[in-house]
Nanobody
Framework: QVQLAESGGGLVQPGGSLRLSCAASGSIFSIDTMGWYRQAPGKQRELVAT???????NYADAVKGRFTISRDNARNTIDLQMNTLKPEDTAVYYC??????????????????WGQGTLVTVSS
């Protein structure tokens, strides 16, 4: 079993900052891409930012220049530094990881794992 534990959500005023963290644990052989997605009320879940094992990043246009994703491969963690937050950033933020697990000696499979989500509310 593999779990993702998120932390760092909360209430912040417009223009403020928050930092989200996500830690993967369990029977992990390796992790490929990790990322953050969000889902606002009444909307579909959307990509926020991703980072692969080599450190290459990808951001949604709506957050470019304001959000920064980072990763610690040794600890299997990612962070999302969110600056200049706007009310439209209000959403439940979910951590995601493409995890390689060992089925048996020499046999592996990839799992797409999701965290439980953490609420970010941007409001005055």
């Amino acid at each position: 079993q593999v779990q993702l534990a998120e932390s760092g959500g909360g209430l912040v005023q417009p223009g403020g900052s928050l930092r989200l963290s996500c830690a993967a644990s369990g029977s992990i052989f390796s992790i490929d891409t990790m990322g953050w997605y969000r889902q606002a009320p009444g909307k579909q879940r959307e990509l926020v930012a991703t980072i692969n094992g080599g450190g290459s990043t990808n951001y949604a246009d709506a957050v470019k220049g304001r959000f920064t994703i980072s990763r610690d491969n040794a600890r299997n963690t990612i962070d999302l530094q969110m600056n200049t937050l706007k009310p439209e950033d209000t959403a439940v933020y979910y951590c995601n990881a493409d995890v390689k697990v060992t089925v048996r000696a020499g046999v592996y499979r990839y799992l797409a794992v999701w965290g439980q989500g953490t609420l970010v509310t941007v409001s005055s």
